[in-house]
């Protein structure tokens, strides 16, 4: 986990001032690094027996979406408001200042489904609870929240107590 | 590549009325599609023995990233205007209206890279050959462009003709 730690680089004041950026492109440009990451993530899921990998955009994407390959599961998309073109169900949820939304199609997920939610930061978890809530609607059950990354300062865990969740590395 | 077909959506009218876009999500959330898709775009890839797979924001992650995952490449991500955080290089490119622009970090290519560009559609190109010559610029060979899906009444190969392009189905 120590190259993984490595290979995330801070960026000063990004995207607002005060902000230390996570950048995790030199994470993704290693082979060796990236194959790792997911290869972990897969061991941690598997126990799981997901059928559905939802994945948060966009950066999530980068981690649902081989995940689900290597799994074996389907790949279920959360977007920002108007991107997904059929019925969607919608859930805002509260951010420093103002509101957010996120969408994912209706009949993407049926009951009985075995959901892992995949995002590449744990941060304040506003996004990620508000993307449980959307599958636990359904009838589908959060059997875990799987990141890449956390940062523990910001508390996200305390709005996910009612899941399980799981992060490679923490800062 | 009948299967994948069927399982791409026509949604009339969206994002704007008189298209008819193509809704790759019941294609992702079918875990055999998913997995026969990702599989057929890396036995196209291997023989080119690519170094870097660059995918494009944000769908295009949903290809890109499995494909690194399973030919062992680094992933590098195209994205919109101010999204990536550390020095990049930029592009702007025709629309039907006005000019996007595309970014990628400086440095995430080296001349000798065998590259190859991922995205879920090819439609006119525009986006494609952006891409494509943000590549070019860093000394890095195109080896192929690689689609999910491609329009060809939409005529995307004729701004890509100095480049191999691959797509798995056509409309």
């Known amino acids: 986990m120590e190259k993984l730690t490595s290979l995330i680089r801070e960026i000063p004041d990004f995207p607002r001032p ?3 950026f996570k950048d995790i492109t030199p994470l993704l440009e290693d082979a ?3 194959h790792f990451a997911v290869t972990e993530m897969a061991t941690r899921a598997k126990g799981l027996r997901p059928t559905k990998i939802v994945s948060i955009e966009s950066r999530g994407f980068i981690f649902g979406a ?3 390959y290597e799994l074996h599961c389907g790949l279920v ?3 920002k408001p108007n991107k997904l073109p059929h019925k969607t169900t919608k ?3 509260a951010l420093e200042y103002g509101v957010d939304r996120l969408e994912m199609h209706v009949n993407s997920l049926q009951k009985g489904d075995r959901v892992i939610i995949v995002d590449d930061l744990l941060a304040t ?3 990620a609870a508000a993307t449980a809530e959307l599958v636990s609607r ?5 059997e875990a929240l799987l990141f890449l990354c956390e940062l523990p300062a910001l508390h996200g865990r305390q709005k996910l107590k009612d ?3 799981v992060s490679l590395v923490s800062f």
Chains 1, 2 share one sequence.
Do not use: C, K
């Open 18 to 20: 005060g902000i230390l």
């Open 32 to 34: 060796d690094a990236f």
């Open 66 to 68: 081989p995940l689900a």
């Open 77 to 79: 998309i959360v977007r």
């Open 91 to 93: 859930i805002e949820y």
């Open 125 to 127: 978890g506003g996004t």
């Open 138 to 142: 359904t009838g589908a059950s959060v």
């Open 163 to 165: 899941y399980d969740v």
